[in-house]
């Protein structure tokens, strides 16, 4: 059942034209009405070979092509929603082989009007080999993984653009992707879905396998310059979060090693890239040796120092440095907490978390303290259905003990309120 929901499909590209008639052809096979579907693909700084794939298919839904010179993925997304016609928009990425069921899948999600929907991406790579790439898989995995448990709260970090759909009217209402960023715009649109109270949902049905056939550990590498520069524009838009980003946060397990990298990365920035290119030898060594436990050491070294040199492209001296970091890392404001009594049941706990929408929460059994739901920065608003993870996962132990102590003490108090037969020995 479709209620003859019209959607589009909004695909940015640059330069795979390979990749590209792969999903094109893929969208062709779909399990859904073709006259309800459209594509739109946007080239964005392609070359001609890229053109002439689109205009030799032949496929059975409405294809339309827009081309631009090079603006960013945020950009091609939003000029392919401006022409886009569906009242669904589904976003995927051109590097996907999608299942005959995605689009169905994604329709079928969308049981509620204000809701956004994110499809599964297993990962799949025929060429490449090593470590790095098994690690990059099991990451991958386990974020996925976490977002199939039941009464998962999500976060803003777990809008991938590579798959997901939503409302036309709610990603026009939002203006859309933030077209100053070249990268963590996925990211910085998720918090405002959140902010707006978007409902969050992952479908495991909406699966497309994501075959990254050119990631490699240098192209991290380059992408990680990316994140670290867009982190520092993404704290100006969003200042509440900026204590999330990765070069704000502090730990002292590696505070000698990050206070080295600072030193190289803004104080004398030459030697700092004669580091990182002996350094990048090294790791390319330990791999080649097969020594796994030092290549994920040094490996995560190279990539924090290129992380920071991205923000260095943002912020070029560690005064800027920590006076964006004074500035924008505010003291949190205390947020009163609501009592949840969990004596009552379950369900009546979710139905009060669900009726007061609490950001912290006391949980208590009858007169017993169990424990904290703190505040989430950057999380979707606390929910009933979050309750009995919250306790699962961090207070099982706590509630079971109060459980056993009220059976407890309820078992004491029956005992005693029993007549008792003494008998006295002769």
Not at 26 to 41: C, K, N, R, S, T
Not at 278 to 306: F, P
Not at 318 to 327: K, M
């Amino acid at each position: 059942m479709y209620n003859e929901q019209e959607v589009s499909i909004i695909i940015p590209t640059h330069n795979r034209p390979e990749s590209l008639g792969r999903l094109l052809n893929g969208l062709a096979v779909q399990d859904y009405p073709m006259h309800l579907l459209e594509v739109i693909v946007v080239a964005d700084g392609c070359n001609n070979q890229t053109k002439d794939i689109v205009a030799a298919l032949d496929v059975p839904y409405k294809l339309q092509l827009i081309e631009l010179t090079n603006q960013g993925p945020s950009v091609a997304r939003n000029r392919g929603v401006a022409v886009a016609q569906g009242t669904l928009l589904i976003f995927l990425d051109d590097d996907l082989e999608p299942c005959p069921g995605l689009v169905q899948a994604h329709v079928l999600a969308h049981t509620i009007p204000n809701r956004v929907v994110i499809g599964y991406l297993p990962y799949k790579s025929t060429k490449l080999t090593g470590k790095y790439i098994t690690r990059l898989r099991s990451w991958w995995e386990s974020k996925f993984y976490t977002m199939r448990q039941p009464g998962y709260r999500f976060m803003y970090t777990d809008l991938l653009s590579g798959n997901f759909s939503l409302p036309a009217t709610v990603f026009k209402q939002l203006n859309g992707f933030e077209e100053t960023l070249r990268c963590r715009e996925d990211y910085e649109f998720g918090v405002r879905l959140i902010k707006a109270g978007v409902d969050f949902y992952f479908s495991t049905d909406a699966w497309a396998v994501h075959r990254d056939e050119a990631t490699d550990f240098s192209r991290s590498l380059t992408r990680k310059r990316q994140e670290g520069n867009a982190d520092v524009q993404f704290g100006r838009l969003h200042p509440d979060l900026v204590r999330n980003l990765y070069f704000a946060s502090y730990s002292k397990r590696h505070a000698r090693v990050r206070r080295l990298l600072f030193t190289l990365v803004f104080r004398v920035p030459a030697i700092g890239n004669l580091f990182a290119f002996i350094l990048a030898a090294w790791v390319d060594l330990l791999l080649k040796i097969n020594s796994r436990k030092r290549w994920h050491k040094y490996s995560r070294i190279l990539q924090y120092y290129w992380y920071m040199k991205g923000v260095s492209d943002q912020l070029p001296n560690l005064v800027q440095l920590r006076n964006y970091i004074r500035e924008y890392r505010k003291p949190l404001i205390p947020v009163p907490a609501v009592d949840i009594n969990l004596d009552q049941g379950m369900q009546n706990a979710e139905a009060q978390v669900d009726q007061l929408r609490p950001a912290t929460v006391n949980l208590r059994y009858g007169d017993q303290f169990i424990g904290i739901i703190a505040p989430q920065h950057g999380a979707e608003p606390l929910r009933g259905m979050h309750l009995r993870a919250e306790l699962a996962h961090r207070y099982s132990w706590q509630l079971s003990q109060a459980l056993a102590l009220d059976k407890l003490t309820a078992d004491s108090s029956k005992l005693n309120s029993q007549p008792q037969n003494i008998l006295y020995a002769n």
